[in-house]
């Protein structure tokens, strides 16, 4: 009992890997049902057929978006202190230099940026992302197909889905501090 009250201290080196093995887990636990829905979801014409196994644009998008919500967390200093911590665990596991796979983050937020545009909510850039990655465009009806645009109720959806992929810093604070 006493034990749930005592907040447990962590390095920023412990909670860049924890973030990092949440991810994943979450991404590893998560996608075939993300796949699942879209692959079901009313606003295709035709199913888009993606498999469980194409996760790689997926854990690219949640990785990103969940480093954008860093600074909201952190003081700066400590903000990109843990974020050059989990860029430097990724590019282990990518086995890439961490300079390109900072390049790589630069890169998709770049992206994810351009198709939110003028939007700064992070979950509709989420949602956008995965539309524009698995290019599921083809698989609409005529109108939207031709408008080059997802349905917006495909995003709505989406957008519920995603939410459930953003690590949840308050949750965390009530057992760890820094």
């Known amino acids: 009992m006493l034990g749930s009250l005592i907040k447990r201290r962590l390095s920023d080196n412990q909670v860049a890997n924890i973030f990092v093995n949440a ?14 829905l879209i692959n079901e979801d009313p606003a295709f014409v035709t199913s888009p ?23 909201s967390t952190f003081d700066p200093e400590q903000a990109q202190a843990v974020e050059q911590l989990i860029i430097s665990k990724l590019s282990s596991i990518y086995n890439v230099s961490e300079e390109e796979f900072a390049q790589m983050v630069r890169s998709y937020q770049g992206f994810m940026a351009r198709k939110n545009h003028p939007s700064k909510n992070m979950i509709y850039a989420m949602s956008k992302a995965i539309y524009h990655k698995y290019e599921l465009n083809d698989f609409q009806d005529e109108y ?4 080059q645009s997802p349905n917006p109720l495909f995003l709505k959806r989406m957008d519920e889905v995603m939410a459930n992929f953003i690590w949840d810093w308050d949750a965390f604070f009530k057992r760890y501090k820094l």
């Open 144 to 147: 939207f197909r031709r408008m």
């Open 49 to 71: 057929g993606i498999k469980d196994d194409q996760d790689e644009e997926f854990t690219m998008i949640v990785i990103v978006s969940n480093l954008s919500f860093l600074e």
């Open 23 to 36: 991810l994943f887990e979450v991404v590893d636990k998560g996608f075939g049902e993300v796949a699942s």
